[in-house]
């Protein structure tokens, strides 16, 4: 899913590409992308970007006439450019923005159609899409530690509640806990004054990295190329691969669809967090630490299985 960082390389590219011009008009072939029905859609021709914007992961164009569209593009929802007016293709395509200039394509991977528009009229509906979370980037240590302190959360749940931080999602604050080596199930509530100083930094240092690199990479042109999964990324979707701080492999937790990827070592004190569906299949056998799970390993090596 597109995160601050990510979601901050799509501004930088509407701002020098739209803003000031003309929406010639939406078109939109997927029905569930549309969320709202007043003001319809077809008021949002016709009329000029006056700002870009972010609320979140949410990117709002806000146009002549005090109307604003806002976009979530979810887990796989991605933008493109292509040539104005190309036509739609039938896979994947969910609608086209249009300009004189060029089209902008709202895409999304996969069989699940998640990607959100709305479209809401002055600044009273805007706000309505506001979970409310801090900005990360602008706010205090004080500020930052009262947010996750109001209420005793998991450090990842906390990072990524949009009600308690702006735009921060599963692979940002993989990284950002690993920086900061803190474990992602340790309660907010039993956090120090000074890890949560130290999380604080690590939080703004890491995201303003990320937003430079990524700028780097894409340079003028439309960030084609925006994933969840970055190469350069030091724990998030790097399952097995060592810890670029330590050489041990990073370890993962999946559920309900997400993944939380960590190192023991440098987060965890070396002790393993239980997998649940890891847990449910062997039951007893679950390690409890990199050792244990590396006996673990060698044992069904012995057994024959190439997979393990």
């Given at each position: 899913m597109?995160?601050l960082?990510?979601?901050t390389?799509?501004?930088?590219?509407?701002?020098?590409?739209i803003?000031?011009?003309?929406l010639?008009?939406?078109?939109?072939r997927?029905p569930?992308?549309l969320?709202?029905?007043d003001?319809?859609?077809?008021?949002?021709?016709?009329r000029?970007?006056?700002?870009?914007?972010?609320?979140?992961?949410?990117?709002v164009?806000?146009?002549?006439?005090?109307?604003?569209?806002?976009v979530?593009?979810?887990?796989?929802g991605?933008?493109?450019r292509?040539?104005?007016?190309q036509?739609?293709?039938r896979?994947?395509?969910?609608?086209?923005?249009?300009?004189?200039?060029?089209?902008?394509?709202?895409t999304?991977?996969g069989?699940e159609?998640k990607?959100?528009?709305?479209?809401?009229?002055?600044?009273?509906?805007?706000a309505q899409?506001?979970?409310?979370g801090?900005?990360?980037?602008?706010?205090t240590t004080?500020?930052?530690?009262?947010?996750?302190r109001?209420e005793?959360?998991?450090?990842?749940?906390a990072?990524?509640?949009?009600?308690i931080?702006?735009?921060i999602g599963?692979?940002h604050?993989?990284?950002?806990?690993?920086?900061?080596?803190?474990?992602?199930?340790?309660?907010?509530?039993?956090?120090?004054?000074?890890?949560?100083?130290?999380?604080?930094?690590?939080?703004?240092?890491s995201?303003?990295?990320?937003?430079?690199?990524?700028?780097?990479e894409?340079g003028d042109?439309f960030?084609?190329?925006?994933?969840?999964?970055?190469?350069?990324?030091?724990?998030?979707g790097?399952f097995?691969e060592?810890?670029?701080?330590?050489?041990?492999p990073?370890?993962?937790?999946v559920?309900?669809?997400?993944?939380?990827?960590?190192?023991?070592?440098?987060?965890t004190?070396?002790?393993?967090l239980?997998?649940?569906?890891l847990?449910r299949l062997?039951k007893?056998?679950?390690?409890?630490?990199?050792?244990e799970?590396?006996?673990?390993r060698?044992s069904?090596r012995g057994?024959?299985?190439?997979a393990s």
């Amino acid at each position: 899913m597109p995160e601050l960082p990510e979601v901050t390389c799509y501004l930088d590219a509407f701002r020098r590409e739209i803003l000031g011009e003309r929406l010639t008009g939406v078109r939109i072939r997927s029905p569930s992308l549309l969320r709202t029905w007043d003001p319809p859609i077809s008021e949002a021709a016709d009329r000029e970007v006056t700002g870009v914007s972010r609320i979140g992961k949410r990117i709002v164009w806000s146009l002549e006439g005090d109307l604003h569209l806002v976009v979530h593009l979810m887990v796989t929802g991605r933008f493109h450019r292509k040539p104005s007016g190309q036509a739609l293709p039938r896979r994947r395509a969910h609608a086209a923005f249009d300009f004189e200039h060029a089209s902008y394509f709202l895409t999304e991977a996969g069989k699940e159609k998640k990607a959100r528009l709305h479209l809401v009229r002055g600044m009273a509906g805007l706000a309505q899409m506001d979970p409310g979370g801090l900005e990360p980037l602008e706010i205090t240590t004080a500020e930052f530690s009262h947010a996750l302190r109001s209420e005793n959360r998991t450090l990842k749940r906390a990072l990524t509640d949009p009600r308690i931080l702006s735009g921060i999602g599963n692979a940002h604050s993989d990284e950002i806990l690993l920086r900061a080596r803190l474990s992602p199930v340790q309660r907010t509530g039993n956090l120090s004054d000074e890890e949560l100083a130290r999380l604080h930094a690590v939080t703004r240092d890491s995201l303003e990295e990320w937003i430079v690199r990524l700028r780097e990479e894409t340079g003028d042109g439309f960030p084609e190329k925006i994933t969840a999964f970055h190469p350069e990324m030091a724990a998030h979707g790097k399952f097995g691969e060592p810890c670029p701080a330590c050489g041990a492999p990073i370890q993962r937790i999946v559920y309900a669809g997400r993944e939380t990827n960590y190192c023991a070592a440098c987060q965890t004190d070396g002790r393993l967090l239980a997998d649940r569906a890891l847990s449910r299949l062997l039951k007893g056998e679950w390690p409890k630490t990199l050792e244990e799970l590396e006996d673990l390993r060698a044992s069904h090596r012995g057994d024959g299985d190439p997979a393990s």
